[in-house]
């Protein structure tokens, strides 16, 4: 038998007075919640916090700088008391439990006359997880619930109503953990999924068995599955009634050709939506411990296609008005056209020993780093047997990750 049962429920605290007595860090990671559920929140505390003074600031909560009274819980319907000092939090629950208010101690959940639970949502589900005070525990137990909730390995105790549609879904750089909640669910609860080899794929091998996939792979100077041609399949399976998700790497409307898809679905009546992915040439350099800014050192990032070669009259790139920009270059699809692009950006203006990085196999783990300047990427591409998915890093930010490689921090760096 437990020793403090508890009797859970649900508080409607809309426009009802809540009063937390402290403005410390405990009181700041309370009051997010009481704020989502639209409580007229009163904060009694001498000092705050800036998070808290920022939340006041906003106008969603009154804030009482002085030492707590006990009137400050008259007409209050929830008390949280959240000071470092046990008197005080003592004299409030003291209070709250004359006036007949159900208070929470920060310092001492026993001592209180209502308990926090470890919390969360998904898709109109509140999941609130109580236990014997062992906050790690019970927020464990909530992350897990969560987690099969988001992804559909709970709560599906009836069939998921089956509305016929598109989503697109970027998978991210690659590895499966950066695939977003949204999208794994929309993944889990799909007909049909038409796949790019860049989606990541171990989700793919997750899928149920009943779920039919269409490989579309784009090969680097291999078999390709026209754009003409995906569009009609996502189209057509749409149309037969089925839930379609078109699953590419990084973000479809990031150099996926996903809105030419959202185009031919709207079409044809398609339903379509979208869940952004996580994108490549920001995500791929951070994982690897590479900014794409840096204070001191640069301000600006551009994403650049380089599937198309500097000279080549499709191409929609000024390369040398790219390489007057002093900011950091982010090249995707690059690699084949490597050596004649950083021609092009040093014939443009920029140094030849500006730093360079290739990052291959992003967030994978096969991923590898591979670093050179400017003038030597065609020479360092042949001799490190540098092949593609590859963002390739043009720019003082590679210096900053790797100081010992291009012979220290860049100027502005160490002073920033």
Same mark, same amino acid.
């Given at each position: 038998m437990s020793e403090n049962p508890v009797y859970p429920v649900g508080l409607r605290l809309e426009g009802r007075r809540v009063v937390v007595v402290g403005g410390g860090q405990v009181a700041q990671r309370r009051i997010p919640a009481l704020i989502a559920a639209r409580a007229e929140i009163v904060v009694v505390a001498p000092t705050v916090t800036p998070a808290v003074e920022g939340f006041v600031g906003a106008g969603e909560v009154t804030w009482q700088s002085r030492e707590f009274a006990d009137d400050d %819980?008259?007409?209050?319907?929830?008390?949280?008391?959240?000071? =470092? =000092?046990?008197?005080?939090?003592?004299?409030?629950?003291?209070?709250?439990?004359?006036?007949?208010?159900?208070?929470?101690r920060s310092d001492d959940g026993y001592s209180g006359s209502a308990w926090t639970p470890?919390? /969360?949502?998904?898709?109109?589900?509140?999941? @609130?997880?109580?236990?014997?005070?062992?906050?790690?525990?019970?927020?464990? %137990?909530?992350?897990?619930? %969560?987690? /099969?909730?988001? =992804?559909?390995?709970?709560?599906?105790?009836?069939?998921?109503?089956?509305?016929?549609?598109?989503?697109?879904?970027?998978?991210?750089?690659?590895?499966?953990e950066l695939l977003t909640i949204?999208?794994?669910? @929309?993944?889990?609860?799909?007909?049909?999924?038409?796949?790019?080899?860049?989606?990541?794929?171990?989700a793919i091998g997750d899928l149920p068995p009943d779920v039919e996939v269409y490989d579309v792979a784009k090969l680097p100077r291999g078999r390709s599955a026209q754009q003409e041609e995906i569009n009609r399949i996502i189209v057509e399976q749409a149309l037969a009634g089925r839930r379609v998700v078109r699953f590419k790497g990084g973000d479809s409307f990031v150099y996926g050709r996903g809105y030419e898809e959202v185009l031919a679905c709207r079409a044809a009546g398609v339903p379509v939506t979208v869940i952004p992915g996580i994108s490549t040439p920001i995500a791929v350099p951070g994982i690897a411990g590479i900014p794409v800014t840096h204070r001191g050192?640069?301000?600006?990032?551009?994403?650049?296609?380089?599937?198309?070669?500097?000279?080549?009259?499709?191409?929609?790139?000024?390369? /040398? @008005?790219? @390489?007057?920009?002093?900011?950091?270059?982010l090249l995707m699809m690059a690699v084949e056209h490597g050596p004649q692009i950083a021609a092009a950006l040093v014939e443009g203006g920029r140094p030849a020993d500006t730093p360079v990085a290739f990052v291959c196999d992003g967030s994978m783990p096969t991923e590898r780093v591979v670093l050179c300047t400017l003038g030597d990427v065609a020479a360092t591409i042949e001799r490190e047997g540098v092949q593609p998915p590859a963002i390739i890093v043009v720019g003082d930010v590679v210096a900053v990750a790797h100081p010992h490689h291009f012979g220290g921090m860049p100027a502005g760096a160490e002073n920033a």
């Open positions: %819980l008259d007409g209050a319907w929830y008390v949280i008391a959240a000071t =470092d =000092d046990v008197s005080v939090n003592e004299r409030v629950a003291m209070s709250a439990e004359e006036r007949r208010v159900f208070c929470v470890a919390t /969360g949502h998904s898709d109109g589900v509140t999941v @609130a997880v109580l236990g014997r005070r062992e906050p790690r525990r019970t927020s464990a %137990l909530r992350d897990e619930i %969560l987690e /099969g909730l988001r =992804d559909g390995r709970l709560g599906r105790t009836e069939a998921p109503v089956r509305v016929p549609g598109v989503t697109l879904v970027g998978g991210g750089p690659g590895h499966p949204a999208g794994r669910r @929309a993944l889990m609860e799909a007909d049909v999924v038409v796949a790019d080899r860049l989606a990541p794929r171990e050192v640069t301000h600006e990032f551009t994403v650049v296609s380089g599937h198309l070669a500097p000279g080549n009259e499709r191409s929609l790139v000024d390369w /040398g @008005a790219l @390489a007057r920009m002093r900011g950091t270059i």
